[in-house]
Structure formats: C-alpha cells, structure tokens
C-alpha cells in the first residue's frame, strides 16, 4: 500500500495463498456460492470478517457523522423546494361547470391529486400514497376509477381503514370536484410503524 | 360506500378561473353527481365560498407546516399544539410511501425525503469532494435532479440507493468542471498519512476511527472505495465516470482495502 498512487500495479497481496483481490469478489457476491477452499482456512474467514466490517463501517461511518452534523438543512432544502415549486407540472384539467357559459372553471389532476391525499392523512391509522385516475377526467360525466395506495399503521384493521378512506375520497370528490367516481380502489402496500404516539 | 362521514375539510382547492365571475354562484354550484355523498354533508359546496387559491398556496402552506415541525423537532420533539389533527403522518412513512406521493407531485413528501436523507447526501458528497465547500450545492443540485426523474424511479422503496448514485454523478460532474480550470494538485491534497496508528488508537468509537481512516486516504483512492461501497458502482461505471482504466480502479480499491483494514484492526 505504499506504491505510488495512480500506478496500475495491484498490490499482490495473498492470505493463506488466495489474492485478496479474490477474497473481496467472493465477499461481494455473499460468500454464494460456497468455497470450501476459502471457508476451510481460518485466515481467510479473519480476512473476510475485516473486510465485511470494514465495508460496513465506511457507510455506517457516513450516516454517524451525518446525525451528528449540526443542522444546516435549512439553507440548501429552502431552495429546492423553491426551485421545485417553479416546476409543478398540473396534468390534466377536470372542468368544473357553471351556469354562466362565460365562467371557464377547472381543477388540476395535480389538485385533485392533493385533496385526495389530504383526505387520507386526516384519518388516523393511514397515510396515504399514489393517486390514480383512471378515466378521461377532462371530459365531463365519464366514469372515473380513483386507484390510491397507502401505508396502514401497525394494528390496524385494514378492511375497516380502507372502507373509511373509500368513503372519505368519495366525500372529497363529491364536494370538490363533479368527477363521476364510479369506484375507489384501495390498495394497502404498505405497513408503518408510528415513530411517536401522538399526545 | 353509504356511511359516509363528513370531512373536517379545510382544503384550498386549485380553481383556475379564466374570466372568473366574482357574482355570488347558486346555492346548488354547478349539477353535481349524486352518488356518495349526501347533500348534507358538504355544507360548504357553494362555488362562490371557494378560495381560488392556486396549486402553490397548498404547497406553501405545507412546507410552512414542515418547517414548523421541524422546528419542533430541533426543541426537542415538544408535543405539537397547533391545529393540526394529529402530527405529520409523513414523519412516520417509509421511504416508499413518501416517493410514490413525490411522484405523483407531492412537494412536502419529497420535503420530508430531503430532510431523511439530505443530511447523509451531504456527507457523502463532501467526502468524494475532498472538501465541504460544494456539497450543498450538489446535494441540492441533485435533489432538484431527482425530483424532475422521479418518474424513473422503478423501485420507490430504493430511492435513497437511487438518490446516492445521482448525487456521486452530481460530484463527479463537479470534479470534472474543477479538473478543467484547475490543477488537480492545486485542490487534491497529499494524503496525511503521517498519522501514527496511535492516533487511532485513541479514537473513542469505531465510527471515529472509520471516519479518520476515510479522511486520511488519498482522494483518489477514496472517491473509488466510496463510489464502489457506498453508492454500489461497479469497477467499470468508476472507470468511466472519474476517466481512468477499469485496472487503475481495481488498483486504487485495493490499496484503499489494504489501509483501510489495516487502520481497523484494532477494533477486529
């Protein structure tokens, strides 16, 4: 380890007569499949755990440090989301009508997207995820299928949590847009655990 | 679907009103679908009672929310008294949750993305770097990257991995443009490599003396051994991105295994 950077030569190191070099592949690929050449040697298992534990410890050490740095997220977080904000992309227009034949009025997909995401994590136990709408929203009447994932808390009962958000998109849609929701599906992908309880 | 509650909905919703008529709407609004819903419950659906808060006021006053609770959070995770139902619920889903709702243009889902994995981004880049200096910008730059190809992203639930490779394509992009005005021994130091063991020795945690070890390998030989083991590059993805040959990665790896080892066999 001490020739000179940059040189192609590899350091032709050997532990119990296998290179390193081929210690660390069969390392990467999950010691799969077995050596008993390699397992049978009590130096090249010493090797083997240094080098795991090292491998470990170069990206454990990052996120240690990373928890440790004082908080400076502020600065550079305030300004992605100032340059995000610029980029919203709307989708498609749900029109909403109006008497009056002058009054052009419509919601985003995008909008829409938000209230049905806000309905879902105002109810306990859920929060939620993907929206989809399937159906030509922009065209007046036309069936629409909502589709949503979500995340259910721990213990939940998932068939009397997704019964109350079907409901709740369903309320929300009703009242804000004139969407014609013939179904709301409801897929549960995922379960969380809560980090706190709320007070 | 008929025992529908009623939403405690404040909701802005986004109504782009081109030739808007201000005049007080029917009571009615607009014919609306009948399914679902009860008349009764919605009692605020008078079209004239909507705000005509655009797409962006509902962004800000999420992120408003976010820093709120991050705020709250730094003072020591005080319990939230404001009038939000419960605390954010997004503090507590996974990764996978969080990029699907960015996805779909969740900009506080990808808030609390940020603010996860931010920090790690941060550190990493430095390290490959050499220096803090520009980690910032590239962490942001590559958020803001990530974001605009968040619809590439095949696996939400590894988006972290996924954002760990954009951010050391951001650094590489940054060592390129350094590399074109400078001197690279103007900005790529000596290894400090004078450090006794003893020194390591001291370092209270094993963490401590990963950390120093990292620090005292020469850049370029830590810029392979992270790209290689933090953001999972292969020899050849390494060999193309800094422009060297697939033999000279293989070889900077192995001496920085062989130090790195060799700083770490104390804590074997």
Redesign the interface.
């Known amino acids: 380890m001490t020739s000179d950077d940059g040189s192609d030569a590899l350091p032709d190191e050997t532990v119990d007569g296998f290179s390193v070099e081929r210690l660390s592949d069969y390392l990467d690929s999950g010691r799969t499949p077995r050596d008993p050449g390699i397992e049978g040697s009590a130096a090249c298992r010493l090797y083997l755990h240094s080098l795991a534990q090292v491998h470990e410890l170069s990206r454990a050490s990052l996120e240690d440090e990373a928890a440790r740095e004082p908080d400076r997220d502020g600065a550079w977080i305030g300004g992605l989301l100032e340059s995000i904000k610029k980029e919203i992309v709307g989708g498609r227009r749900i029109p909403i009508g109006h008497p009056d034949a002058d009054v052009d009025l419509g919601i985003t997909e995008a909008a829409a997207r938000g209230l049905v995401r806000r309905t879902g994590d105002a109810q306990s136990g859920v929060v939620l995820g993907a929206t989809t709408f399937v159906g030509d929203v922009t065209a007046p009447g036309e069936p629409i299928t909502v589709e949503v994932t979500a995340a259910a808390r721990y213990g939940e009962d998932l068939a009397r949590l997704s019964d109350e958000l079907r409901a709740r998109i369903v309320e929300t849609l009703a009242r804000h847009t004139e969407l014609n929701v013939v179904a709301v599906d409801v897929t549960i992908d995922d379960v969380y655990l809560p980090r706190r309880e709320a007070p | 679907?008929s025992?529908?509650?009623?939403?405690?909905?404040t909701?802005r919703?986004?109504?782009?009103?081109?030739?808007?008529?201000a005049n007080p709407?029917?009571a009615q609004g607009?014919?609306?679908?009948s399914?679902?819903?009860s008349p009764s419950?919605?009692p605020?659906?008078r079209?004239g009672q909507r705000d005509g808060a655009a797409?962006?006021e509902?962004?800000?006053t999420e992120?408003r929310r976010v820093a709120a609770i991050?705020a709250r959070e730094?003072e020591g995770?005080a319990?939230?008294t404001t009038d939000d139902?419960?605390?954010d619920?997004?503090?507590?889903?996974?990764d996978?949750?969080l990029a699907?709702?960015a996805?779909?243009?969740?900009?506080h889902a990808?808030?609390v993305i940020?603010?996860r994995h931010?920090?790690?981004m941060?550190?990493?880049a430095g390290?490959l770097l050499g220096a803090d200096a520009d980690s910032?910008?590239v962490?942001?730059d590559a958020?803001?990257t990530a974001?605009?190809r968040l619809a590439d992203l095949e696996n939400p639930a590894q988006i972290r991995n996924w954002l760990m490779r954009i951010v050391s394509s951001k650094s590489i992009d940054r060592l390129r443009a350094r590399r074109e005005h400078d001197d690279i021994d103007a900005w790529d130091p000596p290894?400090r490599r004078s450090q006794t063991p003893d020194r390591v020795v001291e370092a209270r945690l094993?963490?401590?003396a990963?950390?120093s070890a990292?620090e005292r390998l020469?850049l370029?030989?830590r810029r392979c051994?992270?790209l290689r083991?933090?953001a999972g590059y292969s020899y050849s993805e390494i060999a193309e991105a800094l422009g060297m040959?697939v033999?000279?990665v293989?070889?900077?790896i192995?001496?920085a295994?062989?130090?790195?080892?060799?700083e770490?066999?104390a804590?074997?």
């Open positions: 679907m025992d529908v509650t009623v939403v405690q909905a909701i919703i986004s109504l782009r009103a081109t030739r808007f008529a709407s029917p607009p014919s609306r679908p399914r679902g819903a419950t919605r605020h659906s079209s797409d962006e509902v962004v800000v992120s991050a730094r995770g319990a939230i139902p419960r605390p619920p997004l503090l507590d889903a996974s996978a949750t699907a709702r996805r779909d243009g969740d900009i990808y808030e940020a603010r931010g920090p790690l941060r550190v990493y390290r910032d910008d962490v942001q958020f803001l974001w605009r290894a094993q963490m401590d990963m950390w990292l020469p370029d030989q051994w992270l083991e933090t040959s033999s000279t293989r070889g900077r192995a001496r295994r062989a130090f790195l080892i060799t770490m066999e804590w074997r």
